[in-house]
């Protein structure tokens, strides 16, 4: 097993941040060889980083998964960052069938800052319109032929939703509401089916790669924005870990 991704890229140059300045997030950070070298190239934008079994064939025929886990839409949900970085970590370590694409920081920039905001934007929006970070990451995820996508977020008390769930929808991916069901039955987290992708959020990341046919889902856990809880890193863990079950991957 490698031990550094097999792969690495940015998908934006505009983002760049040192996360090591957001000091509350810069606590939990894994004191490990591979982090420090994904912190350190969040500074130049938003990094994807490829894991792959190199017993496993990385090609359409052989039937293993090809999955992308997301997460730090929004700068100032902690959680689910400082979960991606354990699961990297474990991914690197262990057995796996497949291929997995991380996006541990999608704005490292917002992260740095401890903002919802990008330049402004919210990233979770406007990503059906050319120019937007969210519009480049669902042509790359096209590109490199991505079964399935999972993006993790948290909520406070008081936000929408305000509580630990799994959104997705019955069309037109039918595989998003079958992977929402699992990630819900499995982890406890309450699950929000809609019947149709794109009308609840528009230009959400979830909705527009379900509308370009990538089966999405969105994940949050509970805490306040800009904080972090053991107990908030270690259930949006968790649902990543039966988001990958669900393929088999892990
Ligand atoms: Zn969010």
Redesign the pocket.
Same mark, same amino acid.
């Given at each position: 097993m490698s031990k550094k991704p097999l792969d690495f890229n940015y998908i934006s140059y505009k983002t760049g941040g040192n996360l090591r300045e957001n000091r509350v997030l810069a606590a939990y950070f894994p004191n490990t060889p591979i982090i420090n070298w994904i912190i350190e190239k969040s500074k130049n934008g938003t990094g994807i980083y490829k894991f792959t079994n190199l017993d496993s064939k990385d090609n359409d025929e052989n039937g293993d998964y090809r999955v992308a886990i997301l997460s730090g839409? $929004?700068g100032n949900?902690l959680p689910p960052q400082i979960a991606t970085l354990h699961l990297i970590n474990k991914l690197n370590f262990s057995n796996m069938n497949g291929t997995v694409y991380v996006i541990p920081f999608f704005s490292p920039n917002s992260t740095m800052r401890n903002s919802r905001y990008f330049d402004g934007l919210d990233l979770?929006r406007y990503c059906d319109i050319p120019g937007n970070i969210g519009y480049d990451l669902i042509a790359i995820l096209k590109d490199l032929k991505i079964d399935a996508v999972g993006d993790f $977020?948290s909520t406070g008390p008081n936000a929408n939703p305000g509580y630990e769930s799994v959104m997705s929808s019955n069309r037109p991916s039918k595989l998003s509401a079958e992977i929402g069901e699992y990630i819900s039955k499995f982890v406890g987290s309450r699950w929000i089916q809609y019947e149709m992708a794109g009308q609840a959020f528009k230009g959400a990341i979830e909705d527009e790669l379900n509308l370009n046919g990538i089966p999405t889902v969105t994940c949050e856990v509970l805490a306040y924005e800009k904080h972090i809880t053991n107990i908030a890193w270690q259930q949006s863990l968790l649902q990543m870990k039966y988001f990958l079950r669900f393929f088999n991957i892990i």
């Open positions: 839409v $929004h949900e979770n $977020h």
